[in-house]
């Protein structure tokens, strides 16, 4: 599959799931079930997306390195209510700097 | 109106790194403004650039991206008893359907306000979001190699901001908590993007479950509440 195709399947198939709300019979998808695996998907995804991209090396196998310092910047920045670019840029300046010493 | 707008450029914000991550992942600066434009929800952006640049193919890519456009789906059928559109203008009104249009308008009070609250968040986090994102991928561009500015590290710590707030019950804890262990332990043995998939098993089987605690319908009906200080995209 091509980026393009990625991109503009992805975008379709979005865009297909947000009109299908404003057309299916509202009984269809109104289940308690429904709607509480709709609203622990996203948890469970970005859970999921948090653990591989900070712990996994280019082989899948394990590691820990730069990235795992910039995670609990993070989450520290996070507990203490910085704003989303914050916690990001405090991120990413963690991993660099400690590259920049030679580490990770 | 001011809310609308404040919750925009926060939003903002989330694109700067949107498009500085999607370049750095590979996608060029066109694939990453049809993203914003056409796909237009930040977590299924997030994701797609995210197992691009782990090295993962494109059909697991999109299979992310739509798992967590579900919740749109979801947000539509709340958002289509608000709104009351029809005909053509359900597109535009599906287009915009996103956590923080979703979340402005279930907060207002009477009908018309939450018309007002859905179509003025929509359409300001749109412009901003696009507008951002453009930013964020040429100053991505200009950057050079991702790693040595610790962008490798930006996109796990973009998503955990992105967790953070769903995280308010007990429920959600955990099937996060499973979801990472689930990844890790598959990840050595399954191509990039798959792992995350599989974790979102946790989620399915977290739903089937009876609720204990706090429903987990609650936290999607909660942004609202705390909207003005954590956008959720």
């Given at each position: 599959?091509?980026?393009?195709?990625?991109?503009?399947?992805?975008?379709?198939?979005?865009?297909?799931?947000?009109?299908?709300?404003?057309?299916?019979?509202?009984?269809?998808?109104?289940?308690?079930?429904?709607?509480?695996?709709?609203?622990?998907?996203?948890?469970?995804?970005?859970?999921?997306?948090?653990?591989?991209?900070?712990?996994?090396?280019?082989?899948?196998?394990?590691?820990?390195?730069?990235?795992?310092?910039?995670?609990?910047?993070?989450?520290?920045?996070?507990?203490?209510?910085?704003?989303?670019?914050?916690?990001?840029?405090?991120?990413?300046?963690?991993?660099?700097?400690?590259?920049?010493?030679?580490?990770? | 109106?001011?809310?609308?707008?404040?919750?925009?450029?926060?939003?903002?914000?989330?694109?700067?790194?949107?498009?500085?991550?999607?370049?750095?992942?590979?996608?060029?600066?066109?694939?990453?403004?049809?993203?914003?434009?056409?796909?237009?929800?930040?977590?299924?952006?997030?994701?797609?650039?995210?197992?691009?640049?782990?090295?993962?193919?494109?059909?697991?890519?999109?299979?992310?991206?739509?798992?967590?456009?579900?919740?749109?789906?979801?947000?539509?059928?709340?958002?289509?008893?608000?709104?009351?559109?029809?005909?053509?203008?359900?597109?535009?009104?599906?287009?915009?359907?996103?956590?923080?249009?979703?979340?402005?308008?279930?907060?207002?009070?009477?009908?018309?306000?939450?018309?007002?609250g859905f179509w003025g968040t929509?359409?300001?986090?749109?412009?901003?979001?696009?507008?951002?994102?453009?930013?964020?991928?040429?100053?991505g561009n200009a950057l050079g190699?991702?790693?040595?500015?610790?962008?490798?590290?930006?996109?796990?710590?973009?998503?955990?901001?992105?967790?953070?707030?769903?995280?308010?019950?007990?429920?959600?804890?955990?099937?996060?908590?499973?979801?990472?262990?689930?990844?890790?332990?598959?990840?050595?043995?399954?191509?990039?993007?798959?792992?995350?998939?599989?974790?979102?098993?946790?989620?399915?089987?977290?739903?089937?479950?009876?609720?204990?605690?706090?429903?987990?319908?609650?936290?999607?009906?909660?942004?609202?509440?705390?909207?003005?200080?954590?956008?959720?995209?």
């Amino acid at each position: 599959m091509t980026l393009w195709t990625t991109v503009l399947l992805a975008s379709g198939l979005a865009f297909a799931l947000k009109f299908l709300g404003y057309v299916v019979p509202h009984q269809l998808l109104d289940g308690v079930v429904v709607s509480r695996v709709t609203a622990m998907l996203p948890v469970a995804l970005l859970s999921a997306l948090v653990a591989v991209q900070t712990l996994t090396a280019a082989g899948g196998g394990l590691t820990v390195d730069a990235r795992a310092a910039g995670l609990a910047v993070a989450v520290t920045a996070l507990l203490l209510r910085a704003p989303f670019l914050v916690v990001v840029i405090l991120a990413a300046a963690t991993a660099a700097t400690l590259r920049a010493l030679g580490w990770g | 109106m001011r809310q609308c707008l404040s919750v925009g450029i926060a939003t903002g914000a989330y694109g700067i790194s949107f498009g500085a991550l999607s370049v750095a992942a590979g996608l060029n600066l066109w694939q990453t403004i049809a993203l914003s434009a056409l796909l237009f929800s930040g977590a299924s952006q997030f994701a797609i650039v995210g197992v691009i640049a782990a090295g993962g193919a494109g059909a697991a890519a999109v299979a992310t991206s739509s798992l967590l456009a579900m919740r749109n789906g979801l947000y539509g059928l709340q958002m289509s008893r608000l709104l009351g559109v029809r005909g053509l203008r359900r597109v535009p009104a599906a287009q915009l359907t996103i956590d923080e249009s979703t979340a402005v308008a279930i907060a207002q009070p009477e009908p018309a306000a939450q018309r007002l609250g859905f179509w003025g968040t929509g359409l300001a986090v749109y412009v901003l979001w696009n507008l951002s994102t453009i930013l964020g991928a040429v100053v991505g561009n200009a950057l050079g190699d991702p790693k040595r500015f610790g962008l490798d590290a930006a996109a796990p710590a973009a998503f955990c901001a992105l967790l953070w707030p769903r995280l308010k019950s007990g429920d959600t804890r955990a099937v996060a908590a499973v979801a990472a262990v689930i990844a890790i332990v598959v990840a050595p043995h399954a191509p990039a993007g798959i792992p995350v998939l599989v974790a979102a098993l946790a989620a399915i089987v977290a739903g089937l479950l009876p609720s204990r605690g706090p429903r987990a319908e609650d936290d999607l009906d909660d942004p609202g509440a705390s909207q003005d200080e954590e956008t959720l995209t």
